[in-house]
């Protein structure tokens, strides 16, 4: 399962990748999806304001213990469309041994908006 290591970069590459953390405030079914996915609102705080995102954690996760729970996100990527969905970040998940995503996030509460480093 695992990934030869990619290709070395610098520190001020790593900088240009925009992580932060933000509380998950409204999650839904993602119907429209190729593959099962969820719909996420999710608040990073008032400097940032909330982003939605389409993640693709259904098998790992259930709708109803998502509300509440801080992740990471990538916030600086472009918007990507999906189906009638507009995924404004990419939430952060790791794989688990058999494929399925889980969620990354800090082990204990920190400010919505906080910068991963």
């Known amino acids: 399962m695992s990934e030869a290591i990619a290709d070395r970069i610098t520190f001020d590459d790593f900088l240009k990748v925009d ?3 933000g509380t998950i405030i409204e999650a839904r ?13 999710i608040d990073f705080g ?3 304001g909330t982003r939605k ?3 693709q954690i259904t ?8 509300v509440g729970r801080q ?9 990507r469309q999906i189906g009638p969905f507009m995924s404004q970040v990419l939430t952060l998940g790791l794989a688990d041994a058999d494929g399925n995503v889980v969620l990354i996030g800090p ?5 919505n908006g906080g910068r991963m480093y």
Not at 29 to 41: I, Y
Request: avoid cysteine; proline fraction near 14%; glycine fraction near 0%.
């Open 46 to 48: 008032p400097e940032i």
């Open 29 to 41: 079914t993602f119907p429209e999806a190729r593959k099962p996915a969820f719909q996420l609102v």
């Open 107 to 111: 082990a204990h509460a920190v400010p």
């Open 71 to 79: 992740v990471l996100a990538v916030l600086n990527f472009p918007p």
């Open 19 to 21: 992580i932060r953390v």
């Open 53 to 55: 995102s389409s993640a």
């Open 59 to 66: 098998r790992r996760h259930a709708l109803d213990e998502l």
